[in-house]
């Protein structure tokens, strides 16, 4: 049944998949897998009170299992209750200090708190633990770590690990429209140029990337007017 039900769920067939869900609960009664699998049906659906109930009820029967306590996390911020977050998310990190999904969810977390150092901090702990993983997402992880740094205003760390994230992703649009963006404040205007159109050439549509590079040149046609002018 768990598994028509997260087939189900996958396909968006959410009337379904309670039906199913809701079915194995009353056969086999309380099952902290079913509950789970059943929080996270309420929680693709936006149904955020009906995935905590469901969570509690998960971690009622499961206590000590991690990916259900994080995905209760994840509901909770969902539902604004940040202090509560950071309570559990406190506990949870005691235990499972070394798990990657962990430790991005309180980067994010510090994130939304305006706690730049506890993002650092979360970012730097992710990044070792994906790398020492070797997590295919990676550049992820690097991309995170730059942006933190980027809003820390170290722009020479942020260039670094940005670098990183398309060494280790060469598909990654995203970290190459924040490389474009750097060298542009930089007034680097060939390079962000190049990285912007790199991009571009990866994601065709992406808007904002397409604007950027509009202004990129305008700024650049009107600094080489200036200097002709001199």
């Known amino acids: 049944m768990k598994n028509a039900a997260v087939s189900l769920r996958r396909l968006k067939r959410y009337p379904e998949a309670e039906q199913l869900l809701?079915?194995?609960?009353s056969v086999h009664g309380d099952s902290s897998d079913y509950y789970n699998q059943l929080g996270l049906l309420y929680a693709e659906m936006g149904q955020t009170l009906d995935s905590l109930f469901a969570f509690r009820r998960s971690l009622a029967l499961a206590p000590n299992n991690t990916l259900t306590h994080l995905r209760y996390l994840k509901a909770l911020s969902e539902a604004r209750q940040h202090e509560e977050v950071s309570r559990g998310l406190r506990d949870l990190l005691q235990r499972a200090s070394n798990d990657v999904d962990v430790l991005r969810f309180a980067f994010v977390h510090a994130q939304q708190r305006d706690d730049l150092d506890g993002a650092l901090h979360y970012a730097q702990e992710a990044v070792a633990q994906a790398e020492f993983l070797r997590h295919p997402d990676l550049a992820a992880f690097y991309h995170?770590?730059?942006n933190i740094y980027r809003q820390k205003q170290d722009m020479e760390k942020a260039m670094e690990i940005f670098l990183l994230s398309v060494e280790q992703d060469p598909s990654y649009s995203q970290a190459y429209i924040n490389i474009g963006a750097l060298h542009h404040l930089q007034q680097?205007?060939?390079?962000?140029?190049?990285?912007y159109l790199k991009a571009l050439s990866l994601e065709p549509d992406?808007?904002?990337?397409?604007?950027?590079?509009?202004?990129l040149r305008k700024v650049w046609?009107?600094?080489?007017d200036s200097l002709a002018k001199t």
Not at 22 to 25: D, G, P, S, V
Not at 188 to 195: G, H, L, Q, S, T
Not at 221 to 224: G, L
């Open 22 to 25: 809701k079915q194995a609960l």
């Open 206 to 215: 992406n808007e904002l990337c397409a604007a950027n590079l509009q202004k």
């Open 221 to 224: 046609k009107k600094s080489s």
């Open 144 to 146: 995170d770590l730059a």
């Open 188 to 195: 680097n205007f060939e390079e962000a140029e190049r990285y």
